[in-house]
C-alpha cells in the first residue's frame, strides 16, 4: 500500500521538476544586460524608460530595472549579502558614500569618459562625487535640482499689489504687510510618512548657507560645527521669525503643519480667498498643484523666485540636490550605460519631458519645457555658491535627528535650546561608527 | 436532562407569552446590532472604494461622503491607469507562482510536525515546542542579512536558479514557509491535540497505520483549521512585498503584482490616489481564495470530538 | 495589459502545483516506509524525527541561527568586540524619556490595547455571527481588511484620519463626525500627543485602532471555527436546562473555547510587540509613538553598516518580553495535557 503511494508520489515529483526544467525561461543573453537599482516609480520610472530606450536600441543590451521607494532596507541588504545591482542611483548619497567606505562601490575614474566629464560638468558636481577626498570619483551624477523656490500665486500677489522681495529684509517687510492684511503668509507642510519634518529641515539648511555661507555649511553637515554654535542657532531662530511667534505667520498653525502631506501644503494657496501666499518647496511640486486643481498653468496661476540672499557677502547661494549613480560591478555593459548617462543627449530626454535639470552644460536652456523649469535651470547654470542637500550628506541618523527636531521646533519654539543640545549628543556618535 | 419544556421559541403553542416576546426582540436586537457592527466596520474600506472612482482634485479637497450625493463626478481614470500598470500581467502570473508553493510548503510541513507535536512522544518534545512559539517574535528584519548572505554564498539566488533551468522562486518559496512554519504549527497542533484519543486507539485497533491516520482521519477532522491557515498564509503571502524584493528581487520578470502596483505612485508620492483603485484590484484574488474555502467552516464534522 | 505572458508560462505554473506537493508526499511516504524497515521497537523513537525534520530544519535555517546570531551580536560593539551589557545600557538609559523607553512603553500599549481590543472583537463577532442565517455575507465582509495590503491599510487609515484647519471643509471622516455631527474642532489623530484617560496619548490608539482594523478578520475566523466544533448537543442540552445565552457563553463556550483563545491571544501579544507596518508608514515613530521594531528597522538599514550592536540590543529586549507569554502558554499546555 505504501509502495505504491510512494512510487506514485515519486513518479509525480521527477515528471514535474523535469516539467519545471524544461519549461524553465533560459535567458537568452546576445548583447548581456545591466541590473539596475533606483527609486524611481510611476511616471519618473517611465521617463527613465525613456532615457535608456535610444541606449538598448543601439547597443542591444537590455536593462533590468528595479525600483524600490525602500531603498534604504533593499540596497543595504544586498550588498552586505554580496549581491548588489551593477549600478544603483540614489537621492541621497549618504548611502553611496557609506558603500564607497567600505570597499562596495568600484572608483569610476577608468570607467567613464572623464575628460568629457570635466568639460562638460561644473566642477562641484564631480567633487561631490568624491567624497573621500583621495581623487576617486564614486558617484556620478545626472539629474539636479534646485532648493529655495518660493512658489506664489502671481494672481494673488497682483491683486494685492504684492512685490516679488528681492532681499530678506523685503521678505520680512512682505510677510509683516501680508500679515496685517489679515492672511497668513506662509503655507508650510512637513508630514511625509517615514520622514516627515524633512520640508523643515529645507528652509533651516537654506538659511544656514545663505545667512552664514559654505565655510560653516560644510562643516555642519561634516558634523564638525555643533548645533549649538552660534550660527546653527541663529538659523533656527531665523526660521522662527518666519514661522511668527507661535506659528502664527503659518496657515493652520503648528497643528495644520504637522498634519498635512508635504504635497498638499501649497494647495491653500489657490483657494479663493487664499489662505497663504508663499510656500518654500523643491521644483516636483507644480505636479501636485496641477493634480489638486487641474485648471493651474504654469506661470499664470503659480510662479516661484528664489529665496532671497540673507547675508550680502554669501548672495546668489542655493542649495541643491540630484541623482547620484554608483558601480557595483564593473561589467562591460555596466561601464556602457553609465557613459550614456553621463551624456547631454542622455539627459536632455527626461529634461525634455520635464520634471528634471541636467548638471551637463551642453544641454541647451532650450530643451527645457515651460518657462519655470527653464529659469531654474538658468539659476541653477548662475549660481555662484552650490551646496548640496546637508540632510543628505549627514549620517542617516543624524538626519532623521534633524528631521523630528524640525517637528518639535514647530510644536514649541520655546524649547529650541534643549532641541538643538540633543541634536548635538546625537551629533557626537553619529560621525563616529 | 431536566424534563423542563425544551420548545423552540418559535413554537406555536406558546406564542405572544412574555418569553416568547423577548426571544422575537431578542431575535431582532441580535440582527440589529450585527447588520450595525458589519456596516460601521466597512465605513474605512468603503471610503476607500468611493474614492477610487474620484479625481485627484475632489479627492484631495472634499470628503469622500459628498461623492454620493449629487453632482455625481465619478471616473473610471484610477482604474484605467491602474490596469495599464508596467508589468502587470507577468507581476500576477509571478504572484501566483510564488504564493502556491508558499502556502502548501508550510502548510504540509506544519501538519507533518504539529501531528508529530501532538500524538508522538519524543525527547525535548515539549521544549522545542515551546521554543517553535517563541520563534513567533523574531522580528522578519533582523533575518535578512544573515539568510541572504548565506544564500549567495551558496550560490542560491535567482539569477543562478534560472541559469540552471529551475524556477527563480526557491529561496522565496522556502523563506515564506521557514517564516509561516511557528504559526502553522502552533494553530494546528492545537486542533490536533484537541482531536479525541479514542480515534487514534481505535484506528490502531483496527489495524492502521500512521499515514493513514494521518490522511484519513486527522487531516479531514482538521479541515477548518487547515482551511483557516491556507487563507492566512496565503493573504500574507500575496500581499506581502518586502520578502519579495529581498529574496527575488523586483526585476520585471520575478516581481510579484504587489510591487507593480506599490511602483504606480511616484517616488514623491504623485498619483497616490492610484493605490486606492490598486488596492481592491489587489483584493480580489485573496477574496475569492477565502470564500472558495468559506463552505469548509461548517459544524458537524467534529461534533461529539471536542474535549477541553 | 498584457496577460499572454500567463499562457506562455502556463506549464511551469502547473507542474510547480503539482510537483510542490508530489515532493512532500514523496517524502512523508517515503519516511514511512523506512521507519516500517525498522524493527518494532526503534519506530517509535525514530518515527517522530521524520515527520518533524523539514519544519526544524526550516525554522532553524530562518528564524533560529538569526537569532542566535543576533543575541550574540547584542553582547559585541560594531567591530566584533565583546562588550558586555553595554549595549542594553545605552537602549536602557535615561528612563523614562531615552533611550527605548518610549518605545517600550507604546509597545506596551500596543499589546494591552491591541490584544484585547482583537480578540474581545473576534470572539464577539464569531459568537453574534453563528446564530444569523446571513453568517457567511458578514463574515466575509468584516474579513475583508485582511485582503487588503498593508500599504493600503495605511491609505485608507490616512483617509480615516485626515486633518484640515477648523473652519475648513474636512476631507477625513473621522473629523468630519466630529465636526458635522458632534460640532468639536477637528483633531489631528495621528500627531496628537493628548492623553486619553491621563494615560494613554491619543494617536497611539489612533494607529492600534488601524492596526485593530486590519486583523480583527484574523481573531474571527479562528475563534469561529473553535466555535463550531462544540457540539450542538451539548449547547442544546444546556438551553434546555433553562441556562441563559450569557450563561452558557460563560460556563460552556468560552471554557470549551479556552485553548483556541490562548492561540489566538499569544499570536496577538506577539504580533503587538513586533508592531512595525502601521507605525512606520505613518509616524516613523515621531510623536511619540515608536515602538521597538521600528527602532530596530532604523538602526538596521539607515546605516551601512547597519548598527548591529544596537539594532540587536532592540531586538533582544523584544524577545526577552515574550517570555512570559511562553511561561503562560507552557502552564495551558501542561494543563491539557493532565486532563488527556
Known amino acids: 500500500m505504501h509502495k505504491l503511494w510512494l512510487k506514485r508520489s515519486l513518479i509525480l515529483s521527477f515528471v514535474a521538476v523535469f516539467t519545471a526544467v524544461a519549461c524553465g525561461t533560459s535567458s537568452t543573453q546576445n548583447a548581456g544586460s545591466v541590473k539596475v537599482m533606483a527609486t524611481w516609480t510611476g511616471a519618473e520610472q517611465a521617463s527613465f524608460m525613456a532615457v535608456m530606450k535610444p541606449f538598448t536600441d543601439s547597443t542591444g543590451i537590455t536593462i533590468s530595472y528595479e525600483a524600490s521607494r525602500d531603498q534604504d532596507a533593499l540596497l543595504t541588504t544586498r550588498v552586505a549579502a554580496g549581491n548588489p545591482p551593477d549600478l544603483a542611483a540614489a537621492p541621497s548619497p549618504t548611502l553611496l558614500t557609506n558603500f564607497a567606505k567600505t570597499g562596495k562601490v568600484i572608483a569610476l575614474n577608468n570607467v567613464i569618459d572623464m575628460s568629457a566629464l570635466q568639460a562638460q560638468y561644473s566642477p562641484g558636481w564631480i567633487t561631490l562625487g568624491e567624497p573621500l577626498n583621495d581623487g576617486k570619483l564614486y558617484e556620478v551624477y545626472s539629474w539636479v535640482s534646485l532648493k529655495g523656490l518660493i512658489w506664489y500665486d502671481p494672481k494673488n500677489f497682483q491683486a494685492k499689489g504684492y512685490n516679488i522681495p528681492n532681499s530678506w529684509d523685503s521678505l520680512l517687510n512682505l510677510q509683516q504687510t501680508i500679515k496685517s492684511g489679515g492672511t497668513t503668509p506662509w503655507c508650510i507642510a512637513l508630514e511625509s510618512g517615514a520622514a516627515s519634518g524633512w520640508p523643515g529641515s529645507d528652509w533651516v539648511k537654506e538659511i544656514v548657507l545663505s545667512q552664514s555661507g559654505p565655510t560653516v555649511y560644510d562643516n555642519w553637515w561634516q558634523g564638525k560645527q555643533k548645533w549649538t554654535s552660534p550660527e546653527i542657532k541663529l538659523a533656527w531662530q531665523t526660521w522662527g521669525q518666519i514661522l511668527g511667534s507661535g506659528d502664527s505667520n503659518v496657515y493652520g498653525g503648528a497643528k495644520n503643519m504637522a498634519a498635512t502631506n508635504f504635497g498638499d501644503g501649497g494647495t491653500p494657496m489657490f483657494q479663493t480667498p487664499p489662505k497663504c501666499y508663499m510656500h518654500n518647496q523643491a521644483s516636483f511640486i507644480t505636479s501636485f498643484f496641477q493634480s489638486a486643481n487641474a485648471s493651474l498653468q504654469p506661470v499664470t496661476d503659480f510662479n516661484f523666485f528664489p529665496l532671497p540672499d540673507i547675508t550680502s557677502q554669501f548672495a546668489g547661494a542655493h542649495v541643491v540636490a540630484g541623482d547620484a549613480w554608483s558601480m557595483f560591478h564593473n561589467t562591460p555593459q555596466a561601464q556602457q550605460m553609465l557613459k550614456y548617462l553621463q551624456t547631454a543627449d542622455a539627459q536632455a530626454i527626461w529634461v525634455k519631458r520635464g520634471g528634471k535639470i541636467s548638471p551637463n552644460n551642453k544641454v541647451s536652456l532650450d530643451s527645457y519645457p515651460d518657462p519655470l523649469s527653464k529659469s531654474t535651470a538658468q539659476i541653477l547654470v548662475a549660481t555662484k555658491i552650490a551646496k548640496y542637500d546637508a540632510g543628505d550628506l549627514m549620517p542617516a541618523d543624524m538626519k532623521n535627528a534633524y528631521w523630528s527636531a524640525v517637528l518639535q521646533f514647530v510644536q514649541d519654539q520655546s524649547k529650541l535650546d534643549s532641541i538643538l543640545a540633543n541634536l548635538d549628543s546625537i551629533q557626537a556618535k553619529a560621525y563616529t561608527s | ?308 | ?340
Open chain 3, 1 to 340: 495589459m498584457d496577460f499572454s505572458v500567463l499562457l506562455t508560462d502556463l506549464p511551469t505554473l502547473v507542474a510547480v502545483i503539482i510537483g510542490v506537493p508530489a515532493v512532500l508526499a514523496a517524502y512523508i511516504v517515503g519516511g514511512e516506509y523506512l521507519v516500517r524497515r525498522l524493527p518494532d521497537k526503534a519506530r517509535p523513537s525514530v518515527r517522530p524525527w521524520i515527520w518533524v525534520a523539514p519544519a526544524l530544519l526550516l525554522v532553524t535555517g530562518f528564524l533560529v541561527l538569526p537569532a542566535i546570531g543576533t543575541i550574540g551580536q547584542s553582547f559585541q560593539d560594531n567591530h566584533g568586540k565583546f562588550v558586555g551589557l553595554t549595549n542594553f545600557g545605552n537602549q536602557l538609559s535615561g528612563f523614562p524619556t531615552g533611550g527605548s523607553w518610549i518605545a517600550i512603553r507604546d509597545n506596551l500599549f500596543w499589546l494591552i490595547f491591541y490584544t484585547l481590543f482583537v480578540l474581545a472583537f473576534g470572539l464577539l463577532l464569531a459568537v453574534l455571527f453563528d446564530r444569523v442565517p446571513y453568517e457567511k455575507i458578514v463574515k466575509s465582509l468584516i474579513f475583508m481588511p485582511m485582503a487588503i495590503s498593508s500599504v493600503a491599510t495605511v491609505v485608507i487609515w490616512k483617509f480615516m484620519y485626515a486633518y484640515q484647519p477648523p473652519g475648513q471643509a474636512q476631507t477625513g471622516t473621522l473629523n468630519a463626525i466630529l465636526n458635522g455631527l458632534f460640532h468639536q474642532d477637528p483633531r489631528t489623530w495621528v500627531q496628537d500627543t493628548t492623553l486619553l484617560f491621563g494615560l494613554i496619548p491619543i494617536n497611539n490608539m489612533a494607529l492600534i485602532a488601524a492596526a485593530v482594523w486590519g486583523i480583527v478578520g484574523f481573531s474571527m475566523v479562528i475563534l469561529s471555527a473553535a466555535l463550531k466544533g462544540i457540539p450542538a448537543d451539548l449547547l442544546e442540552a444546556a438551553r434546555v436546562d433553562g441556562a441563559g445565552e450569557i450563561t452558557i457563553f460563560r460556563r460552556v463556550i468560552f471554557p470549551l473555547m479556552m485553548p483556541t483563545v490562548v492561540v489566538v491571544g499569544t499570536t496577538l501579544v506577539i504580533f503587538a510587540l513586533k508592531a512595525f507596518d502601521i507605525v512606520y508608514a505613518m509616524t516613523n515613530g515621531n510623536y511619540d509613538t515608536d515602538v521597538l521594531a521600528n527602532r530596530m528597522y532604523k538602526l538596521l538599514y539607515q546605516h551601512f553598516p547597519s548598527d548591529y550592536a544596537n539594532a540587536s540590543a532592540v531586538a533582544v529586549i523584544l524577545l526577552a518580553t515574550v517570555i512570559p507569554v511562553l511561561i503562560f502558554n507552557l502552564r495551558q499546555f501542561r494543563a491539557v495535557e493532565a486532563r488527556r
Open chain 2, 1 to 308: 436532562m431536566s424534563v423542563a419544556a425544551a420548545a423552540p421559541s418559535s413554537s406555536v403553542a406558546v406564542a405572544w407569552s412574555p418569553k416568547w416576546i423577548t426571544d422575537r426582540i431578542g431575535g431582532v436586537v441580535l440582527h440589529i446590532v450585527v447588520i450595525s457592527l458589519t456596516v460601521a466596520w466597512m465605513v474605512p474600506a468603503a471610503g476607500l472604494l468611493v474614492t477610487s472612482f474620484r479625481l485627484p482634485a475632489d479627492i484631495s479637497n472634499t470628503g469622500w461622503w459628498t461623492a454620493l450625493a449629487p453632482p455625481f463626478k465619478f471616473t473610471l481614470d484610477n482604474y484605467s491607469q491602474m490596469l495599464s500598470a508596467s508589468n502587470l500581467g507577468q507581476g500576477f502570473f509571478n504572484s501566483f507562482m510564488i504564493s502556491i508553493p508558499a502556502v502548501i510548503i508550510p502548510v504540509t510541513i506544519a501538519a507533518f510536525a504539529a501531528y508529530a507535536f501532538a500524538w508522538m512522544k519524543f525527547p525535548g518534545r515539549d521544549w522545542i515546542f515551546l521554543a517553535l512559539v517563541g520563534l513567533l517574535a523574531v522580528p522578519l528584519q533582523l533575518t535578512f542579512i544573515p539568510v541572504t548572505t548565506e544564500f549567495v554564498k551558496l550560490g542560491f539566488t535567482p539569477d543562478h536558479l534560472t541559469s540552471l533551468g529551475l524556477p527563480p522562486f526557491i529561496p522565496l518559496w522556502l523563506a515564506h514557509a521557514g517564516y509561516g512554519l511557528p504559526f502553522s504549527i502552533y494553530l494546528l497542533s492545537n486542533f490536533f491535540r484537541a482531536l479525541p484519543s479514542d480515534l487514534f486507539e481505535s484506528a490502531e485497533i483496527d489495524g492502521a497505520g500512521m499515514l493513514t491516520v494521518f490522511f484519513r482521519i486527522v487531516v479531514p477532522l482538521s479541515v477548518p483549521a487547515i482551511a483557516s491557515l491556507v487563507i492566512f498564509q496565503f493573504l500574507w503571502v500575496w500581499n506581502d512585498l518586502l520578502v519579495a524584493l529581498i529574496y527575488v528581487g523586483g526585476t520585471p520578470n520575478v516581481a510579484p503584482v504587489t510591487v507593480s502596483l506599490v511602483n504606480l505612485v511616484g517616488s514623491y508620492g504623485q498619483n497616490y490616489q492610484l493605490l486606492t483603485a490598486a488596492a481592491f484590484f489587489s483584493m480580489i484574488v485573496p477574496l475569492v481564495v477565502f470564500l472558495s474555502l468559506q463552505r469548509y467552516f461548517v459544524r458537524g464534522i467534529l461534533a461529539g470530538s471536542v474535549k477541553g
